[in-house]
């Protein structure tokens, strides 16, 4: 089946510091990748994403590559802020007859303190 | 683009009452999705349309629970006699059918709580 697995949280970082969350994932069939991230009391948003092996998604300086050896997509930032401070999550889907739903790891609480 | 909106934003009930929450998807999007999410994890899966069909149910959407959409717009969402396990965040989203990696956007959510 498909699954994603997130580093546990929760992650306290100072402002500035570089932040590293692992996701690893399993998949029949070739999927796409996402990170979303959800800030406290909202839904979630998508950070970025990357349809196939070597992209690299970016957004708001983070940034994620799929790779497709190690079945990863690792989510980085050089220079966290106080407002990065949420809860991430990494998701797939596999085209199947258009794109299955999106399976989340279990998310990863990041926070920024100044 | 006003997004995908969802009503109510909360809700409080009592255990064995049943509840209905509704699901506004960005209007060209015809494929529409009901997550639950509960404390400290993930969104898990509970159903989805495309148009007004509905193509896949999951294991933990158990008889108490229903979704339509019946005019491949707006969809509902009832839990009949609540549990208290039942209390959780219920996210709808909704996306294009198209390619790989198509984006699927979410709403910001309804609360329920059961007491």
């Known amino acids: 089946g498909n699954s994603v697995t997130q580093m546990e949280g929760p992650v306290t970082l100072s402002e500035e510091a570089f932040l590293t969350i692992n996701c690893t994932y399993t998949a029949t069939g070739y999927p796409s990748l996402f990170w979303y991230v959800q800030y406290p009391g909202e839904g979630l948003q998508l950070l970025l994403k990357?349809?196939?092996?070597?992209d690299k998604g970016s957004n708001k300086g983070f940034e994620a590559t799929y790779r497709k050896e190690t079945t990863s997509f690792h989510l980085e930032k050089g220079s966290v802020q106080v407002s990065d401070s949420a809860v991430y999550f990494c998701a797939l889907s596999v085209l199947n007859s258009g794109n299955t739903p999106l399976v989340f790891g279990k998310g990863t609480r990041l926070s920024v303190i100044a | 683009d006003t997004g995908v909106s969802q009503d109510p934003r909360h809700k409080i009930t009592k255990r064995g009452q049943n509840v209905t929450f509704r699901c506004d998807p960005i209007?060209?999007?015809?494929?529409l999705y009901w997550y639950r999410q509960t404390l400290g994890q993930g969104p898990e899966f509970l159903t989805y349309?495309?148009?007004?069909?509905?193509?896949?149910k999951s294991r933990l959407l158990s008889d108490r629970f229903s979704a339509e959409r019946p005019k491949g717009s707006f969809s509902t969402l009832e839990i009949q006699r609540t549990e208290q396990g039942d209390s959780a965040m219920y996210l709808c989203?909704?996306?294009?059918?198209?390619?790989?990696?198509?984006?699927?956007?979410f709403g910001e959510g309804s609360w329920l709580t059961v007491v």
């Open positions: 989203a909704s996306s294009l059918v198209a390619g790989a990696g198509n984006t699927i956007y």
């Open positions: 990357a349809t196939k092996a070597d």
């Open positions: 349309f495309q148009n007004e069909a509905q193509l896949e």
């Open positions: 209007s060209e999007h015809n494929r």
